[in-house]
Nanobody
Framework: EVQLVESGGGLVQAGGSLRLSCAVS????????IAWFRQAPGKEREGITC????????YYKDFLKGRFTISSDNAKTTVYLRMNSLKPEDTAVYYC???????????????????WGQGIKVTVSS
């Protein structure tokens, strides 16, 4: 059974940092791209970053402007999302997702992904 389990969310003040983890099991980790999505209240789920586990290539939406960093520990089959300089508009439920192969050109589209975590809430207070 494939499982993606997010952890590390919570409440943080604006300007603070959090690190989310996505523990992956039940698939050959090196064969998959892992992405982070988020869904703010009343908004659509949006893909924000992706890492190709095979070669470590990373991709980011421009609006993140270097505040977020995705990384992969293949030995632990875990992907991390380090979030710095958090803003209230970063408040959302964050999901990790897995897609066979490297990150595609449309890595930000939820249609690309076969497996999803249950999501974890991040709240940034002003």
């Amino acid at each position: 059974e494939v499982q993606l389990v997010e952890s590390g969310g919570g409440l943080v003040q604006a300007g603070g940092s959090l690190r989310l983890s996505c523990a992956v099991s039940g698939l050959t980790f090196d064969d998959y791209a892992i992405a982070w999505f988020r869904q703010a209240p009343g908004k659509e789920r949006e893909g924000i970053t992706c890492v190709s586990s095979s070669d470590g290539m990373t991709y980011y939406k421009d609006f993140l402007k270097g505040r977020f960093t995705i990384s992969s520990d293949n030995a632990k089959t875990t992907v991390y999302l380090r979030m710095n300089s958090l803003k209230p508009e970063d408040t959302a439920v964050y999901y990790c997702a897995a897609d066979y192969g490297p990150c595609s050109d449309s890595y930000y589209s939820f249609h690309e992904y076969d497996y999803w975590g249950q999501g974890i809430k991040v709240t940034v207070s002003s």
